[in-house]
């Protein structure tokens, strides 16, 4: 079993920046593959990015690709998502979540385990 929970959401306004966390419960987070989602009102819950279990390979969304920078610390057990040049269609809630398997398989969104999500807004 892995809890994951979310922290560093927040309000900003254009072209600012976040640094969202994730932080893992259990002794196995290097088992696992990693990855963010959001989901904005209204709308099906997106894949925005992945990392491999070693953090080594990374994968992202083509709309934030360039602009967020998906990282972890194995020894923390902690996953990272550096967001900058924010904008308001990033708005949403952002959930981490763990897959067992190859981080290429997390875009799909079949996760094994979900955190509670944190709310991003982005003002205009």
């Known amino acids: 079993q892995v809890q994951l929970v979310e922290s560093g959401g927040g309000l900003v306004q254009t072209g600012g920046s976040l640094r969202l966390s994730c932080a893992a419960s259990?002794?196995?987070?290097?088992?696992?593959?990693m990855g963010w989602f959001r989901q904005a009102p209204g709308k099906e819950r997106e894949f925005v990015a992945a990392i491999s279990k070693s953090g080594i390979s990374t994968y992202y969304a083509g709309s934030v690709k360039g602009r967020f920078t998906i990282s972890r610390d194995n020894a923390k057990n902690t996953v990272f998502l550096q967001m900058n040049s924010l904008k308001p269609e990033d708005t949403a809630v952002y959930y981490c979540?763990?897959?067992?398997?190859?981080?290429?398989?997390?875009?799909?969104?079949?996760?094994?385990?979900w955190g509670q999500g944190t709310q991003v807004t982005v003002s205009s």
């Open positions: 979540a763990a897959r067992l398997d190859s981080y290429l398989n997390i875009p799909g969104g079949r996760c094994d385990y």
């Open positions: 259990g002794r196995t987070f290097s088992s696992y593959a």
